[in-house]
């Protein structure tokens, strides 16, 4: 049965033109289901009764089970989602003053096997369906208690949403720019191009693709500024070097909503932290206008690696600000509910398929 939530409006007009249904009925339904974050065809009042009957015996609204939902003592909020056959995908919510950021998976598991992950460590079990990975904004709106109409409504509770939770979501290209288009969409979710941003370790051909057909904010995970360290933190690294990479992103900056590329960079204690690295990424993005996050290291279990001391991140950072870069440092949030990313999923199901490197051979 076709679950609303895979669709986005041309989708749906599309399976209401089967239905004999006229494109303003998709709309209509269209903002019932995310706008209202309404699953119950009976509840559409300004839908003709004919089709709210046909839609209830013909349609479903369906998204991931709620497995567990954590609140951290800093407002972080953790969900984990059931995707089915043991698969379980993580959703945060991120509130701040003025915005709220919620972090969205796209695959179940993630094949990329970053060294400092933990995602990664649990081996790749599938691309997330579109009504998966919209399912979890859906689901994410009502949890918090968005309803239409509210206080909470106008001042948008969930404003930004990135693609960097679990897997890579370039590797999900199609899915994930339908989900995306639905964000943007004002019949649904209204985000701004800029308040929504993908997040990828570097899959070039498809930041092209990204540009031409959907251009939102992009995320990099740079995490090295040389081939030699990032092909062993990063190993898509050795398919798309970064000489590579720098140029999709000044590609990408022809037709972004937004002006620089963000560059996330996790440090980890002895590995990537030291002076020389900071002046080599200075060096390696002089051509490409960025900000810079820097992410203090999660530890994770049999995580080979540390967290980088206050006091070097401080000093890298000072380094980058140097040059004339802006940097912002992630707080860790939310280590009460869950510590690393992807390690809620990972108590669910441990897929780990691959050798633990040692800190030794990164
Ligand atoms: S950091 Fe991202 S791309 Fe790399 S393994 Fe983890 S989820 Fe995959």
């Not at 706008?35 to 009042?45: I, K, L, N, V, W």
């Not at 003592?73 to 043991?86: C, Q, S, Y």
Request: one cysteine or more; glycine letters at 10%.
């Amino acid at each position: 049965m076709p679950n609303l939530l895979d669709y986005d409006l041309a989708g749906l007009v599309g399976w209401f033109a089967e239905l004999g249904e006229k494109p303003f009925r998709a709309r209509q339904v269209m903002r019932w289901v995310h706008r209202e974050g309404c699953d119950d065809f009976g509840a559409m009042t300004d839908v003709a009764k004919s089709l709210r009957v046909k839609l209830g015996e013909q349609a479903e609204i369906r998204a991931p089970a709620l497995l567990r939902d954590d609140v951290s003592g800093d407002g972080t909020r953790k969900w984990l989602f059931d995707v089915g056959d043991g698969n379980a995908v993580e959703t945060v919510f991120i509130p701040e003053s003025g915005r709220g950021t919620l972090c969205v998976s796209s695959q179940a598991g993630c094949a990329l096997d970053c060294a400092f992950c933990a995602t990664g460590k649990q081996g790749f079990s599938r691309n997330l369906e579109v009504g998966e990975i919209l399912g979890q904004l859906w689901l994410a709106n009502r949890l918090l208690g968005v309803a239409a109409g509210t206080e909470e409504d106008n001042g948008r509770v969930v404003s930004n949403v990135v693609m960097m939770g679990m897997g890579e979501p370039l590797a999900n290209f199609d899915n994930v720019v339908t989900a995306l288009r639905v964000m943007l969409d004002d019949h649904a979710y209204g985000l701004s191009r800029r308040r929504v941003t993908v997040s990828t370790a570097g899959v070039v051909p498809a930041i092209d693709r990204l540009r031409d057909e959907c251009p939102v904010a992009l995320a990099v995970s740079l995490h090295a500024p040389d081939d030699a360290l990032r092909d062993r933190l990063v190993p898509l690294n050795r398919k798309y070097p970064l000489r590579g990479l720098m140029a999709a992103c000044r590609r990408y900056l022809e037709r972004a909503p937004r002006d620089f590329v963000t560059f996330e960079y996790v440090m980890i204690d002895g590995v990537n932290d030291g002076d020389g690295h900071a002046r080599a990424l200075i060096a390696l993005t002089r051509d490409v206008p960025c900000k810079f996050n820097l992410i203090p290291f999660n530890p994770f279990p049999h995580s080979a690696f540390a967290r980088s001391p206050v006091e070097r991140v401080r000093r890298f950072a000072g380094i980058l600000l140097d040059s004339g870069i802006i940097v912002t440092t992630r707080r860790t949030r939310g280590d009460d509910v869950a510590a690393a990313c992807g390690q809620l999923a990972g108590q669910v199901r441990d897929r780990t398929r691959r050798t633990l490197q040692t800190m030794e051979e990164v």
